[in-house]
């Protein structure tokens, strides 16, 4: 079964607004997250890293503003896109790692259009 | 810097054909290597992996891949391919200086009755 979960599966909203997207590990505990983006026909990018009581690392070029990642608890990240605009649209994936850093299980994601 | 290359965006098969999907990557140490698999609008569901050990592992959904070191290669494999395979497959690497997967660019697997 599913051992990562994300909500909302999918999500529309207008241009100017931000949009919460919730990652959570189901069964395990996770310190490290990753979220990644997907554009059709693509392969996925990953965004940044949420560490848990920690700031997430971003990678080049992603606004750090823009994507406002949270980790919470062990089993939950959060990922805000602020002020979104329709450039924003696109598939988000999350991923933690399980029992192994290297074997990352991944959510269902998340289809966001922005309007 | 670890990069991965699938050459083939699409594949078409027939049903009960076999199938190889093609992955190479660049690493300077043993890599970590993966497959993973992502139906339409879905998430990514984990193939197999190799760490160490038999160059040939088995996955799920009868799923094979082979390292070959040499060849700097990871390919998939499955003997007879069934219509519900149909998907796009992932290969992908684990930097673990930098604790990422990077990923390869997809292959696009079309299964033809």
């Known amino acids: 079964g599913a051992v990562v979960s994300q909500h909302p599966s999918r999500v529309i909203c207008k241009s100017g607004t931000s949009v919460k997207i919730e990652c959570r590990s189901l069964d395990f505990q996770a310190t490290t997250m990753f979220w990644y983006r997907q554009f059709p026909k693509k392969s996925l990018m990953l965004m940044a890293t949420s560490n848990e009581g920690s700031k997430a690392t971003y990678e080049q070029g992603v606004e750090k503003d823009k994507f406002l990642i949270n980790h919470a608890s062990l089993t939950l990240s959060t990922l805000t896109v602020t002020s979104a605009h329709p450039e924003d649209s696109s598939f988000y994936i999350c991923?933690?790692?399980?029992?192994?850093?290297?074997?990352?299980?991944f959510g269902p994601g998340t289809r966001l259009l922005v309007l | 810097a670890q990069s991965v290359t699938q050459p083939d965006i699409h594949i078409t098969v027939s049903e009960g054909a076999s199938l190889e999907l093609r992955c190479n990557y660049s690493?300077?140490?043993?890599?970590?290597l993966f497959w993973y698999v992502q139906s339409p609008g879905q998430g990514l569901q984990l193939l197999l992996k190799?760490?160490?050990?038999?160059?040939l592992v088995q996955g799920i959904k009868g799923f094979e891949a082979e390292f070959k070191r040499s060849q700097s290669s990871f390919n998939l494999r499955k003997p007879s391919v069934h219509w519900s395979d149909a998907a796009e497959y992932f290969c992908?690497?684990?930097?673990?200086?930098?604790?990422?997967?990077?990923f390869g660019t997809g292959t696009l697997l079309a299964v033809q009755p």
């Open positions: 190799y760490f160490s050990g038999d160059t």
């Open positions: 991923s933690a790692p399980r029992e192994y850093q290297e074997t990352q299980y």
């Open positions: 690493y300077g140490a043993t890599p970590y």
């Open positions: 992908a690497v684990y930097g673990g200086a930098t604790n990422k997967l990077i």
